[in-house]
């Protein structure tokens, strides 16, 4: 499977941006997908979650009511609705999957693929 995330940008405090991951190839339609976030000097950090079919939703503290995750069955693609973003959400952003069914999506370890990255910088 690959995936490919996109959607960053510059924006402003208090605007949105959504991000797209789009998954590609063999099992690319199995399994739940991640938005994890690395901020300049920091360690990757879990942001939100959903299962492969979409009925469970998971989300960091900082980002719960602001965050909305959405997966399009059709084409394979998870979202990630952000409003009302703040300078703290600064990062880039990654997408992943992992390869098997019914573990913690919160956990880095579990996720084997991952997407490029897309940069969201946020002003104040």
């Known amino acids: 499977v690959q995936l490919q995330a996109s959607g960053g940008g510059l924006v402003q405090a208090g605007e949105s941006l959504t991000l797209s991951c789009a998954a590609s190839?063999?099992?690319?339609?199995?399994?739940?997908t991640g938005w994890f976030r690395q901020a300049p000097g920091k360690e990757r950090e879990f942001v939100s979650a959903?299962?492969?079919?979409?009925?469970?939703?998971y989300y960091a503290d900082s980002v719960k009511g602001r965050f909305t995750i959405s997966r399009d069955s059709a084409d394979n693609t998870v979202y990630l609705q952000m409003n009302n973003l703040k300078p703290e959400d600064t990062a880039v952003y990654y997408c992943?999957?992992?390869?098997?069914?019914?573990?913690?999506?919160?956990?880095?370890?579990?996720?084997?693929?991952w997407g490029q990255g897309t940069q969201v910088t946020v002003s104040s």
């Open positions: 190839g063999r099992d690319s339609s199995k399994y739940g």
């Open positions: 992943g999957k992992p390869k098997a069914y019914g573990i913690d999506l919160t956990q880095e370890s579990v996720y084997s693929v």
């Open positions: 959903t299962t492969w079919s979409g009925k469970n939703s």
